[in-house]
């Protein structure tokens, strides 16, 4: 019998630092488990991480520590395409050309290029309530003072994610909630393409979730709702024990329930929502059942919180520092990851040039 054709699946992190269990549990525990099935590539958005990065050795560093987090987390170089973004010249150059079909103005109305529009021009979002107008929001951007720009790059983030799928004619796009829209505009674009050019060259991409349930949100520790490396209040996969018991124990918590069956407070249901993620049901049930009859005590709650975490993570980072101490088995990695993610960018690059008649004479 022939063989269904496996599925493309792509995804990337960028290299902005250490990854934290919102990465985890969000994007990399579902990378490990799909990587059997489907014909999965990886890779480390370093070009991404560059519309807001500043210090070139932090961002070098950066791709290194994601990559050895990659393949201490379970990512197999023998199963998926592990790469570097950058390595992928055939990226830039469709970057290029796709921007030619894509809007200002739908880029600007972009949420994550309003937020970080805002950060970069040091203006406070919209309170509940309050007008967000487009127009306001581009007169802030153009009369802005030179010394506070918001650069290009930032506003063609989408295009250029857009490219990182569309090159490879990936299906399936395993990410977390705050990349959907970006995801829909990928779709947008690929559409765009085919039907301007009269082609049926891109397929149009759409979200993977493996659980089939909704999208995992890890929460901060802080009684805030997202884990996040601008949040300030990450777990991360490399933390050295010390470290991590620390910070859960100085998890924010309330006074403890009053009566039996109280609703829970929002730092106490984070805290539940991890031990969910992290612990066995068993333990999950002894601790609901102990908050239930007011006979919980929080402490206890973050010790055996803080064990759980440290089951997952210490096995990572003990295989982080080892693959770090070795180069060259980084460099092989993600050499035969190019190669081979090359291979197929350089074929679709040369379609789509050869259709918008970029050609030589
Ligand atoms: P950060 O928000 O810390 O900068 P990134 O934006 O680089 O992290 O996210 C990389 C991937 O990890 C994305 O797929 C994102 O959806 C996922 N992710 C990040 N934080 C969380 C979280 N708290 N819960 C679930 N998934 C997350
Ligand atoms: N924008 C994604 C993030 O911040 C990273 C990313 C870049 C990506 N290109 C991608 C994710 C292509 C999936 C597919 O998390």
Redesign the pocket.
């Known amino acids: 019998m022939e063989q269904a054709k496996k599925e493309i699946i792509?995804?990337?992190?960028?290299s902005t630092g250490n990854l934290h269990l919102g990465n985890y549990y969000g994007a990399l525990r579902k990378f490990v488990e799909i990587q059997d099935k489907h014909d999965c590539n990886f890779f480390i958005?370093d070009l991404?991480a560059l519309t807001t990065a500043t210090d070139p050795e932090a961002l070098h560093n950066s791709v290194k520590c994601v990559l050895a987090e990659y393949l201490a987390a379970g990512i197999d170089p023998e199963k998926a395409t592990i790469f570097i973004q950058s390595d992928i010249p055939e990226v830039s150059e469709m970057y290029l050309l796709l921007n030619m079909h894509v809007g200002i103005g739908e880029l600007m109305r972009t949420a994550s290029f309003k937020d970080k529009a805002r950060k970069a021009l040091g203006i406070k979002a919209p309170g509940e309530g309050e007008e967000d107008s487009d127009e306001a929001f581009e007169h802030q951007i153009i009369g802005a003072e030179t010394n506070k720009r918001v650069n290009a790059g930032l506003l063609t983030y989408p295009t250029?994610?857009a490219v990182?799928?569309l090159i490879q004619k990936a299906t399936k796009?395993p990410?977390g909630k705050d990349?959907l829209q970006?995801l829909e505009l990928t779709r947008r674009f690929a559409r765009r393409f085919n039907s301007f050019y009269g082609v049926d060259l891109f397929p149009e991409p759409s979200d993977f979730d493996l659980t089939g349930g909704k999208p995992v949100k890890v929460p901060g520790l802080d009684g805030s709702g997202k884990m996040g490396k601008s949040e300030g209040n990450c777990i991360y996969l490399v933390d050295d024990p010390k470290v991590l018991r620390k910070k859960v124990m100085r998890a924010t918590t309330d006074e403890g329930p009053k009566e039996p069956n109280s609703p829970m407070s929002e730092p106490v249901a984070n805290l539940f929502t991890l031990l969910e993620l992290t612990s066995t049901p068993d333990v999950v049930t002894h601790f609901r059942d102990a908050y239930a009859d007011c006979s919980i005590r929080y402490g206890d709650l973050k010790k055996q919180l803080a064990e759980d975490i440290l089951a997952v993570t210490t096995p990572i980072r003990e295989r982080v520092n080892d693959i770090l101490s070795n180069e060259d088995y980084m460099r092989k990695v993600v050499r035969e990851g190019a190669e081979r993610a090359r291979a197929r960018a350089s074929e679709t690059l040369k379609e789509v040039r050869h259709i918008m008649g970029i050609r030589s004479i």
């Open positions: 792509l995804s990337g992190i960028r958005a991404h250029l994610m990182d799928i796009v990410v990349q970006h």
